[in-house]
């Protein structure tokens, strides 16, 4: 399922468009990398492909997935899946049950929910993890069971939104290809944005400059 | 730590221990004493008489039962209406609207908004009137819309006066809760904003507002006022009843209402215990129901309909301050016309028929008691400033006492206290008792921006070498002045309202607007009892427009200090 932007521009209410239209299409299994200075917009082309544009912004152009238009669907009808730059987790929650939150409701019955969760965790290297505070995870713990998260409720596209800018150059890497290989193990389109050059490089896909 | 700081957080402590704590205590126990057939006054030894007096009394089931259900219903209502506006405010990006919108609502006392409330539902009232113009009626309805006997009136009351409250606490707990956040990354997973809203804001949202929730719980079962005048009168609530056996002629009827006193504040303390159990029910469910992943998506319309029952309820608040209004400048307002036919300025031009002389001693009770309630709370938040130490749970569980208990459970008590050290029925006595209840409120309103204050600020001051009380009086004080006053306002608008302290303290002696209000409420002149009630929440009102314009012209060339609110 590709993930096509079909001649996208977003603006304030009122004032000039924030980058010139923009037409790119994301393969299955692929990443495209959107680079650009910081303020020139490019958590909100995440924010409006994702459908959680603020109010005050204006978009024109369409989005595709697979040939769904999604343009005028609501944030949680898209099926997209996002990563954020501080991959937060629910401090109320347990580390498990934030995974828990993410599992899609497709899968029924407790224990097999349960056993789904847990396998998640095993991926991530979190095998018991399930009960922790997640206040007690390290960064590169917590980017793993964000991940996880995003990914048990089954999405059909993934945006990172700089995901790996908080983590330090050790981890980075080896999260990087956590990311990656995991999208492209479900083959999901992945439209990455950074302005690290050693993510695009990473990426090893097109890279579009807004 | 500096001895300086210890020796004023000593006396703050032990000004709050003796003037608060002690006499809540001495008159709990009192009540208690009576209740169980101890009373020096009466003679008599330690019995069981009054509770088996208490439960002979005809109508006691049914009061238990009445106050059970309109405490724990409006509660109930007014927080789920509450939080369906709290998130279309969210959702629509004016919360900060609502939050000003809402606070001047808050200042009506609750004499006033039932008064109000009353004309508007009554069989002749505003609402009925209104249908009549529409439906071509004749002659007000047969039915009992107010003081009905399933106390429906009275639960309505109190949903329309707790509504703004909830609103207003629930909209700042959520500026403490990462909304945005949760909302985005519950959204990326597939949830709808309400499906967010209930299973991961709520509970992040609740440790945060479980206390003004408990303490509107606490009023609604027991209070007396609103009670009087849009409940059942035969029989009415606990409360209700209770205030009657202890106002009656025969002495002897301490025992059975000292027992009433002490099963009321049982009823509170099990119905609180009930929150409890159930937020902890409802916590292991709500874990269970977000394990199973629904993505709720009807969740949405539930929360719709709350926010539209939400503004009508709001709506109704507005429209009984509108109808006081009507009939306190009406002249000739007969059934079916939906506006008065005649007007007067009679009963205003009129101070001396009897509403000047309660707003006097409603506007003095209610100075003396802010000012003095003020200088303590800025007392103990200099103490904890000056001893570095933040507030400890008992602290704050002693600042929220007042308001958890029911008056009812220890003001007879109390009073009794009062008479034997002969303070009753003068104005200190009363200015006490309404302290009681004033104090926690402004020490609420004040914490927050006093914790919220610049450390800079101050550790620039003491750096150009400035004390202790030259860092408060200089620079502390002027900084807060907008909250300060703010507070100073919530705290008048809560001695305006006292009912129960005021006749308990001031023996019938002293008549404020609150209690010439609701005496008058029953049966009086709607023209008559339309002026005392909005000279009652007129009072509160310019108290708070008081409280945003002075900053604003004090500081009309400071910008960073101009805003109350």
């Known amino acids: ?210 | 730590m500096r001895p300086e700081g210890q020796a004023l957080r000593r006396s703050v402590l032990i000004v709050v221990v003796l003037a608060v704590v002690l006499p809540i205590v001495a008159g709990a126990g009192q009540t208690l004493r009576t209740a169980f057939g101890l009373h020096e006054g009466l003679g008599g030894g330690l019995s069981l008489a009054p509770w088996s007096q208490l439960f002979a009394l005809p109508g006691m089931a049914t009061s238990l039962r009445l106050s059970l259900i309109t405490g724990v219903g409006s509660t109930l209502l007014a927080l789920i209406l509450a939080l369906g506006l709290c998130v279309a405010l969210q959702t629509s990006g004016r919360a900060g609207w609502g939050a000003r919108a809402l606070a001047p609502v808050l200042a009506v006392p609750h004499a006033a908004v039932a008064i109000g409330f009353g004309f508007l539902i009554a069989p002749a009232g505003w609402i009925a009137r209104l249908l009549a113009a529409a439906l071509g009626w004749q002659d007000p309805p047969l039915v009992a819309t107010v003081q009905d006997a399933a106390g429906l009136a009275l639960l309505l009351g109190l949903v329309v006066k707790e509504l703004p409250f909830l609103l207003l606490v629930m909209l700042a707990a959520a500026r403490q809760v990462p909304v945005a956040t949760s909302l985005a990354l519950g959204r990326s997973l597939g949830y709808s904003a309400a499906a967010v809203w209930l299973r991961l804001i709520l509970p992040q949202l609740w440790p945060l507002i479980r206390l003004p929730v408990l303490v509107v719980q606490a009023y609604a079962l027991s209070c007396v006022d609103m009670a009087m005048i849009l409940g059942p009168s035969n029989p009415p609530t606990l409360a209700v009843a209770v205030t009657r056996w202890f106002g009656d002629p025969d002495l002897a009827m301490v025992y059975p209402a000292s027992a009433g006193a002490v099963l009321s504040a049982a009823l509170v303390a099990a119905v609180l215990l009930g929150w409890g159990l159930a937020e902890r029910g409802l916590a292991r469910a709500g874990l269970i129901w977000l394990r199973r992943g629904a993505r709720g998506r009807a969740e949405a319309g539930a929360l719709r309909l709350a926010s539209g029952l939400g503004v009508a309820v709001l709506g109704l608040g507005f429209a009984a301050l509108m109808v006081l209004l009507l009939w306190s400048f009406a002249f000739r307002w007969s059934f079916p016309d939906p506006l008065p036919e005649s007007w007067s300025l009679r009963l205003w031009a009129n101070p001396q028929g009897g509403w000047g002389r309660a707003a006097g001693y409603t506007l003095g009770l209610g100075l003396a008691v802010t000012a003095l309630c003020l200088t303590l709370a800025v007392a103990w938040l200099e103490a904890e400033d000056r001893s570095r130490a933040p507030r400890a749970a008992w602290a704050t569980a002693l600042i929220y006492l007042p308001l958890l208990l029911p008056q009812i459970g220890f003001l007879y008590g109390l009073n009794l206290l009062f008479l034997r050290m002969g303070l009753t029925g003068g104005v200190a006595a009363v200015i006490w008792a309404q302290a009681l209840f004033v104090f926690p409120y402004v020490m609420i309103a004040l914490s927050e921006p006093w914790r919220g204050l610049d450390p800079a600020l101050i550790r620039t001051a003491a750096s150009l070498g400035a004390g202790a009380n030259r860092r408060l009086f200089s620079v502390k004080l002027p900084t807060l002045l907008g909250p300060i006053l703010v507070a100073a306002a919530i705290g008048f608008a809560v001695s305006v309202a006292q009912y129960l302290p005021t006749l308990f303290m001031g023996a019938g002696r002293i008549a404020t607007l609150a209690t010439e209000a609701v005496t008058l409420a029953s049966g009086s002149d709607r023209r008559v009892v339309g002026t005392y009630a909005v000279l009652q929440a007129a009072l509160p009102f310019a108290a708070y427009g008081l409280a945003l314009a002075v900053p604003r012209v004090l500081y009309r060339n400071r910008r960073a200090l101009r805003g109350g609110m």
Do not use: C
């Open chain 1, 1 to 210: 399922m590709a993930l096509q932007i079909e001649a996208l521009t977003i603006s304030p209410r009122g004032g000039p468009a924030l980058f010139a239209p923009l037409t790119l299409t994301v393969a299955p299994a692929a990443v495209v990398t959107v680079m650009g200075p910081s303020g020139v917009g490019k958590s909100t082309l995440l924010d409006a492909i994702a459908g959680h544009l603020a109010q005050g912004f204006v978009q024109s152009g369409r989005i595709w997935l697979g040939g769904r238009d999604l343009t005028t669907l609501p944030a949680e009808a898209r099926g997209i899946g996002m990563m954020f730059q501080d991959a937060v987790m629910f401090g109320h929650l347990s580390v498990g049950d934030n995974l828990a939150f993410g599992l899609t409701a497709a899968l029924r019955g407790r224990a097999a929910r349960r056993a789904a969760v847990e396998a998640a965790l095993q991926t991530a290297g979190l095998a018991g993890f399930y009960n922790r505070d997640p206040a007690t995870l390290s960064g590169g713990q917590r980017a793993r069971a964000a991940l996880m998260r995003t990914l048990l409720a089954e999405p059909q596209a993934l945006l990172l939104d700089e995901p790996f800018s908080r983590l330090d150059a050790g981890l980075r890497a080896e999260i990087r290809s956590f990311v990656f290989d995991h999208a492209r193990a479900r083959g999901l389109p992945v439209l990455l944005v950074t302005h690290d050059g050693e993510d695009a490089a990473a990426a090893a896909g097109p890279v579009v400059q807004l």
